[in-house]
Every structure is written in structure tokens, then in C-alpha cells.
């Protein structure tokens, strides 16, 4: 069933390939009813995607012939789905209502969620209003979040999307092993006010040690022992190990809940605490409302599936392996890194769930810009580059106070515009009257736009909390039904961890003062280079 389905598929996209996006408008009046869609209050328009009415069928046919529906109930069922660590991956579970009833492999854990939710909305209210004060009795006015990867986008994303102008607490991000980045933090910061919370999924990442080490540091420079571990926040799946490192207090959860997918939990922390409760309620909310479309909706007006439909339209029956994402939202400017971990370290993957290499592409390569910066950068290559790199808008209509922000939205639109509709060269040449004829022709095919280039748009109103909630729950569910379709896991990421493993070696071969032995010669003139 499922060959048939991706041999359909294939035919679908083989007859689709030279079909014009505009004159499907024409073709199916029913066109932009079909293929826009509604969903916990954001807009999709997928009506610009290069598939025709046949087109968009088949890839529903695979949508059902892969199982995406039996796959969602596991998914929320709290089953396995994660096979190659024997997990759940239940993050739909951090934001359900309170009293909801989730099992991961059958062990309740909705009581536990709320249980978390409760102390980390009571501590960030202390925190807030001066209750919980640092070792000298101040009250805090920062927080430095030190995390990476998981640990640290959806919260970096949240906090740049919700924070007002002029935070009452200044909430700084740490990730890089760098140690510039740790310095800039602290710049500026004085430790008797200020919260150290050291994220860490497994407590073990490199990185956050080190960097949670030299925050450690900085603290004791001036705070004397007494008190002092109430600046040092952990926040794990491993609370053993964060008590062990010195943590004073820490928030934890479980391993059902997968790095990129966990900024639902107390990973998030930090902002609960800047932003306050409410706000990350309002997160959770919109997830919430996005997770009840997802199960609810059918596959044909459901946004995520639509969303990840288009994507393995593009990449498999197309052969587009790039898609660019830009949000036209200062605030939502971290979108693509978050994406790029979301979807990359979920859906680059090499090989079916059973172990047999896949035969298609998988995860396209996902990079992005806030527009309007885009425009001025990578987007002549969308606009005339040989390859077609599909295109998603996100689009907000007021993004600061009650004004509708069109200079910045007409933007947007006249993108997807340009990108499907082109320009011919005789409307290039036309402007070209009055030059020497030779030239004119020479000028005019540089001035041509080929169009017909594929874009989705989403369009919220403005960047609240439950629109962002709504907006990433949208894009993980959307990942999880590429990784159906595609039979892989899309919730492992084996292929971070030879990289680790080197760079543990090399740094012995460091310290030893010598490259080892078995080094190949590039590495090793490389390391020698270094270490002299
Ligand atoms: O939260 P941690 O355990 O520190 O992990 C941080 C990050 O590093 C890992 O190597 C993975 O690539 C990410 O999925 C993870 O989010």
C-alpha cells in the first residue's frame, strides 16, 4: 500500500513538475478555499505551493497510506514512537490543561506536569516580586540562562518574541563553549542580583558544564558560601547530577520530553520567571490549541500535515532539498536557528526505522532571515538561482501596539507574489526601449524572473504568547508527520554524537601537548597549528 502510494505520488509530481502555480487559480476555482486553512488562530495559505488539485490528492493518499493517523494516536498515546531509545515523546503533555490524563508507556505523568507547572509558576512569582532574593537579600534583576541546542532556542525565541521593551528582569542567554559569549553576558551584571539557571536535558553537554562552571566562578568571586546556591538554578532530566554540580534547587522532567521539544517544560524557566506566569500559560495555551487541531482536524484541512505535505511534495517528488523560512517579525528573528534544530536534528536521518538506508531525500536544508533583512541578502538566488528553493512567509500584522505594520507586510506578500508569478523576458524587454536592440536583448534576459517558485504563507495577528505557542507546536507536528511519511525517527539524533566523542579526544591530545598517533594528517597539521 504504501509503494503504491509513493509510486502515485511519484506519477503526481512527474505530471505536476511543469504545471504554473497561477494557473491553478483558474484551473480549480476551489483552490484558495482548499488550500488555506485556519488553525488555533494563525492563517496558512499553502494555495502558492506547485501542486495541482491531482497533486495535493496523491500526497493526501500518502499522508493516509503511511499511516500519519495511527501514527498521531501512538504519538499521543504516550507510546514508544522514540524506537531507538525505547521512549515516549509526549511534549503535547507539558501543555495540556490541568487534570489531563497522559501516560508515557503507560505511567501517568499529567499529575507530575502540573505538580512542576505549579512550582515553577509559585518560584517565579517569588522571583518576581522580590520574595526569593540572592545571598545578601536582593531582590534578583537577571537571570543568565546557560543551555545549548534544545536548551537553548525555544526559550532564546520565546523570550526575543515576548519580552517588553524594558524588561524588569534582564534575561541573558549563554550557549557557546566560547567563552566570549559567557563574558558578554556577564558584562555589566553584579552576581548579588543575579539568578544563574544552568539547562541541561542530560546534564552531561559539554558546553553548559563549562559554561555553568565559569558562571560558578563568577559568583563566588563575591558571594561567600552562605546563600550562594540560591543564585545556581538547574533545570535536567538528571537532578542527581545537577545536586551534584552545586544547583541549590532544581526543576526537572522526564525523558519523554526530547531536547528541540522542550521548551514546554522547565526548560523555559528563565522566561516564566522575566516574562511571568501568565505569559508562559498564554505559550502553553496556544500549543494546546494547536495539538487539539492537529488530533482533530482531517488530513486535508489540518495545517501541520498540509504544511509537511508541501514538503515532501518539494523534496521528494520535486528534488528541491532547501527550503528558506522568513519571518516578517523582528521578534520571531530566531525562528530559522530554532527551525534548523527542529527539523534538521529531527529529520536528517539516513535510514528507515528498521535500519534499511532510505531512498529518498530526507530533512530538506533549512536557513532563514527576518524579512525584511532576507531580501537585501539571500533572496536574489530565490528570486533567479537555477535551483527552486521554496519559500515560507510568516507574516504579522501588527507587530508593536495597535498599527498594522504594512511596510513590513507588503514586503512579504510582494515576495510570494514575485517569487509565482515572475516576470517574462517581452516585460523586461518592454522596459528596455530605447537601448541599442542587441543590448536591450542581452539586458532583458538578466531582468527576466522565471516565477513559478513555491511559498507558503502563515499570518498571525500579532506575536502573543499563544500565537507563538501556536506557531511552534504547528512546526513540531509538522515534523513528526515528515518523519511518518518517511518512515524514520524523528526523534533521535544519533549523528551528534561522533563529533562529541572526537573532540573529547582531541582535547586529551591537548592536554598530553601532543597530537595522537592515529590522527589523519589534516587533523593533525590542523591541531599541531593550534597548539603551537
Ligand atoms: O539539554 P542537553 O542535554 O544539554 O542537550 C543539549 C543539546 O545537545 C545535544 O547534543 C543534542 O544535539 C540536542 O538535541 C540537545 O538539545
Known amino acids: 500500500m504504501t509503494d503504491a502510494a509513493w509510486t502515485a505520488f511519484d506519477a503526481a509530481a512527474a505530471r505536476d513538475r511543469e504545471a504554473r502555480i497561477a494557473d491553478q487559480f483558474a484551473a480549480d476555482p476551489d483552490r484558495l478555499s482548499r488550500m488555506t486553512v485556519e488553525a488555533a488562530g494563525l492563517y496558512l495559505d499553502l494555495s502558492k505551493q506547485s501542486w495541482t488539485r491531482a497533486g495535493f490528492e496523491a500526497c493526501l493518499e500518502l499522508a493516509r497510506a503511511t499511516g500519519v493517523e495511527s501514527a498521531r494516536a501512538r504519538l499521543f498515546g504516550g507510546e514508544a514512537v522514540n524506537d531507538t531509545e525505547g521512549r515516549a515523546v509526549l511534549h503535547p503533555a507539558l501543555r495540556a490543561a490541568e487534570g489531563a490524563d497522559y501516560r508515557a508507556l503507560g505511567e501517568p505523568v499529567s499529575v507530575e506536569v502540573d505538580t512542576v507547572r505549579r512550582a515553577m509558576a509559585d518560584y517565579a512569582q517569588a522571583v518576581r516580586t522580590g520574595r526569593e532574593t540572592g545571598a545578601t537579600g536582593k531582590a534578583f534583576t537577571a537571570i543568565v540562562h546557560i543551555g545549548i541546542g534544545g536548551s537553548d532556542l525555544g526559550p532564546r525565541l520565546v523570550w526575543d518574541a515576548l519580552k517588553p521593551l524594558e524588561p524588569a528582569i534582564d534575561l541573558r542567554f549563554v550557549a557557546n563553549i566560547d567563552p566570549r559569549d559567557m563574558a558578554e553576558a556577564l558584562t555589566g551584571l553584579d552576581p548579588e542580583t543575579t539568578l544563574v539557571i544552568v539547562v541541561s536535558k542530560t546534564f552531561t553537554t559539554q558546553e553548559t558544564l563549562s559554561n555553568a562552571e565559569a558562571a560558578k566562578a563568577w559568583l563566588a568571586e563575591s558571594l561567600h558560601e552562605a546563600g550562594r546556591d540560591s543564585h545556581f538554578i538547574g533545570v535536567t532530566a538528571a537532578p542527581e547530577r545537577a545536586a551534584a554540580f552545586g544547583c541549590g534547587r532544581t526543576f526537572a522532567f522526564r525523558d519523554w520530553v526530547g531536547g528541540r521539544y522542550s521548551l514546554w517544560s522547565a526548560v523555559s524557566l528563565s522566561c516564566v520567571i522575566a516574562l511571568g506566569p501568565e505569559a508562559f500559560d498564554g505559550l502553553l495555551a496556544g500549543a494546546r490549541a494547536m495539538d487539539d487541531h492537529f488530533v482533530s482536524a482531517p488530513l486535508e484541512t489540518n495545517a501541520p500535515v498540509m504544511m509537511a505535505l508541501a514538503q515532501v511534495w518539494n523534496v521528494d517528488g520535486l528534488g528541491r532539498s532547501a527550503r528558506t523560512v522568513a519571518p516578517y517579525a523582528h521578534g520571531l528573528r530566531r525562528l530559522p536557528a530554532f527551525l534548523q534544530q527542529l527539523e534538521m536534528e529531527s529529520n536528517g536521518k539516513r535510514v528507515h526505522r528498521d535500519g534499511r538506508p532510505v531512498e529518498r531525500q530526507t530533512s530538506p536544508v533549512v536557513f532563514g532571515e527576518p524579512g525584511t533583512n532576507g531580501q537585501h541578502a539571500f533572496f536574489q538566488q530565490i528570486h533567479q538561482g537555477p535551483e527552486v528553493v521554496p519559500a515560507e512567509f510568516v507574516v504579522v500584522r501588527r507587530t508593536q501596539g495597535d498599527a498594522a505594520e504594512a511596510p513590513l507586510w507588503a514586503n512579504a506578500l510582494a515576495q510570494g507574489q514575485a517569487l509565482m508569478q515572475g516576470k517574462t523576458t517581452e516585460a523586461a524587454r518592454v522596459e528596455l526601449s530605447g537601448v541599442d536592440a542587441a543590448e536591450a536583448d542581452r539586458l532583458a534576459a538578466h531582468k527576466t524572473f522565471p516565477g513559478n517558485r513555491p511559498s507558503t504563507t ?37 549523528g551528534v554524537e561522533l563529533g562529541k566523542v572526537l573532540a573529547k579526544a582531541i582535547l586529551s591530545d591537548v592536554q598530553a601537548g601532543t597530537p595522537s598517533a592515529g590522527l589523519d594528517p589534516s587533523t593533525a597539521a590542523l591541531l599541531d597549528r593550534l597548539m603551537r
Request: aromatic share 14%; no cysteine; proline share 3%.
Open 458 to 494: 502563515i499570518v498571525m495577528d500579532r506575536v502573543t504568547p499563544e500565537a507563538v505557542g501556536a506557531l511552534l507546536a504547528l512546526y513540531e507536528h509538522k515534523t513528526f508527520v515528515e518523519g511518518v511519511i518517511w518512515d524514520i525517527n524523528s526523534f533521535d539524533q544519533w
